[in-house]
């Protein structure tokens, strides 16, 4: 029998007529990466909050690193690390300061602390910066001082909740290869994430959750798949021809393109991208159709969630959006 | 225990540190006695009455003293509500810290902060010609009053910041909510030359047990008439912080408990 190192059954939690969380079940093997996947208020944030023992839950049972997170969360703390969505460092010591003091209370002895909180920081990159405070750190420095802040004693499960939204593609990138080198090393790790592409880039399995449920899980390929994937989309210079564009496309995708006849787009799933693209451009230039725009366009979070959950979910639009704008800048 | 006691030592010692590496804050709260002596010792001090005569700055710094403790509330309180607003609250109750820790830490230092806050107070007041008259004995059983209300206004100031949680409002309330204790109190004016019903509040001011407690012990003049509460002052002077701490102290857990609800 495999023993997991997260353990969720039927976790119920709710905030008076509000479910936060409602029979959310959730299993993570040793030594991989779990993705949560969902938009703001969808539950993954609370997940995390009652599997890192801060928060109770109503109905349901967690286990974390082989502990009951309720009868026995003592030994669930000194088995975890938590990296949350805001860098939850003290603001006013040094980043050497706060490792020190996080060792502290890690129980190693004051020596011990000293040693951990430079080995950390030279791996980290952050020696330079080390008696600087931690509020005058970049985004990227203080995401990093928090995850080494979670590393004190090499944790058995790392929680990541949202642990690259708001940093720009360079520090998201210094996250992505800290974490793989972690999971290498043996740590199972739980990250929530609004991206589609974080999960794809990190994670084993990925579950998908909305409205305080998993409605769907798998790996990222097979989640792939059910979402419908990628895309080609063709914008005609006529909308007179749109139609007959669709025809031609059809048999070739294996799909019937949805139609938005207003800017002249058709839009299609596609398997083989590059094949698909190819051979969408040479039999609409054969037919003599004129084409304004051809492109590929990846799944987008907002088509897992229409086409999983039925429903376009109101709440991730606009933080997504604004997550996004957060990375460019 | 042990493990209880080692992890608020550090957290005092974290609190400590915040005291070191942003100084500002101290400052703030050393220049408002400071200006309060200033002001009332020697701008409208030349027209202030002692009742049953003495000097007026000699009997104003016992009451700036309790005044500097209540203050403490706002550095209290603000500290607390920035721990949690900012999610460090979080990093710490992950970790296997005891729970008591960050409330302990936090009570520790702001005792620590307030020992400094008196020592500077007391050198103040010497150069502006205080001093205290019955020994270097009851002088310190004084300053112990003085320390004791302060743990009961930590106690406060920390059930306060865990109840409005944003540190900003806990910043805007602090000060109109404890100005009218120093207003209505012994400190600035003898409540026997307020009118009657104003004097016997400020005669039952928590504050002013204190104060009048601490005039006694220093020798001070000021020694507030007849009634009850300043025939008594001793007393409440120990009794007030006492109440204070064995409600707001538990009140306070609960609270801090219900982080995880």
Redo the contacts between chains.
């Keep these: 029998m495999t023993t997991f190192e997260v353990v969720a059954e039927g976790l119920g939690k709710r905030y008076g007529p509000t479910r936060a969380l409602d029979t959310f079940d959730l299993t993570v093997p040793p030594g991989t990466v779990h993705g949560l996947l969902g938009p703001n208020g969808a539950g993954k944030t609370t997940a995390v909050?009652i599997l890192?023992?801060?928060?109770?839950f109503d109905t349901g049972r967690a286990t974390v690193a082989g502990y009951d997170v309720l009868r026995r969360p003592?030994e669930v703390?000194?088995r975890?690390g938590?990296t949350?969505?805001?860098?939850?460092?003290?603001?006013?010591?040094?980043g050497r300061?706060n490792l020190e003091?996080?060792g502290?209370?890690?129980?190693l002895s004051r020596r011990e602390a000293r040693r951990r909180a430079a080995e950390l920081l030279e791996r980290f990159g952050l020696d330079e910066a080390a008696g600087r405070?931690a509020g005058e750190y970049s985004g990227g420095m203080r995401r990093r001082l928090d995850l080494a802040?979670?590393l004190i004693r090499t944790p058995r499960v790392l929680f990541l909740d949202e642990p690259t939204t708001g940093l720009d593609p360079r520090s998201r990138n210094q996250v992505w290869d800290l974490v793989r080198g972690l999971v290498a090393d043996g740590t199972t790790v739980l990250l929530t994430t609004q991206y589609l592409e974080e999960a794809d880039q990190l994670a084993d399995r990925i579950s998908v959750i909305d409205a305080g449920r998993v409605v769907a899980e798998g790996s990222p390929d097979q989640l792939k798949a059910m979402t419908g994937g990628d895309r080609i989309e063709v914008v005609v210079r006529d909308a007179a021809e749109l139609s007959r564009a669709a025809r031609l496309v059809a048999p070739l995708c294996g799909a019937e393109p949805e139609l938005d006849p207003e800017v002249r787009r058709l839009s299609v799933p596609v398997v083989d991208r590059v094949a698909g693209l190819v051979d969408v451009v040479r039999a609409l230039d054969d037919a003599g159709i004129a084409v304004e725009d051809i492109g590929l366009r990846r799944a987008t979070l907002d088509e897992a969630f229409l086409h999983l959950t039925g429903h376009r979910p109101d709440e991730a639009r606009e933080p997504v959006a604004a997550g996004r704008k957060a990375e460019v800048a | 225990m042990t493990t209880a006691i080692a992890d608020g030592w550090t957290m005092t010692r974290r609190n400590m540190t915040h005291v070191v590496r942003a100084p500002e804050e101290l400052i703030l709260y050393f220049s408002l006695p400071i200006m309060f002596v200033l002001v009332f010792g020697y701008v409208f001090g030349s027209g202030m009455q002692v009742a049953g005569g003495g000097d007026y700055r000699e009997f104003l710094l016992p009451g700036v003293f309790v005044m500097t403790m209540l203050y403490g509330l706002g550095a209290t309180a603000t500290g607390v509500a920035l721990d949690l607003s900012r999610g460090v609250v979080d990093r710490f109750r992950s970790t296997p810290m005891a729970r008591s820790a960050l409330m302990t830490g936090r009570s520790a230092a702001d005792l620590l902060r307030a020992l400094l806050e008196m020592s500077t107070l007391l050198v103040c007041g010497l150069l502006v010609g205080w001093q205290w008259r019955q020994g270097v004995g009851k002088a310190l059983l004084a300053v112990g009053l003085l320390l004791l209300l302060r743990i009961a206004i930590t106690w406060v100031g920390i059930y306060l910041a865990l109840l409005v949680r944003n540190p900003d409002t806990v910043g805007v309330i602090v000060f109109p909510a404890a100005f009218p204790f120093t207003a209505i109190s012994n400190v600035f004016v003898s409540p026997e030359l307020m009118p009657s019903v104003i004097g016997t509040i400020s005669e039952w001011n928590p504050l002013s047990a204190t104060v009048a407690a601490i005039r006694e012990l220093f020798g001070n003049p000021g020694l507030g008439g007849d009634s009850w509460p300043a025939e008594h002052a001793m007393l409440l002077a120990v009794l007030w912080p006492v109440l204070l701490i064995a409600t707001f102290a538990p009140l306070a857990v609960r609270r801090y408990q219900r982080l995880s609800r």
């Excluded at chain 1, 949350?84 to 040094?94: P, R």
Aim: proline share 0%; charged share 25%.
């Design positions: 909050r890192t023992t801060l928060l109770r003592d703390r000194a975890i938590l949350g969505q805001y860098a939850a460092v003290d603001e006013i010591l040094s300061q003091l996080f502290r209370l890690f129980r405070s802040a979670s």
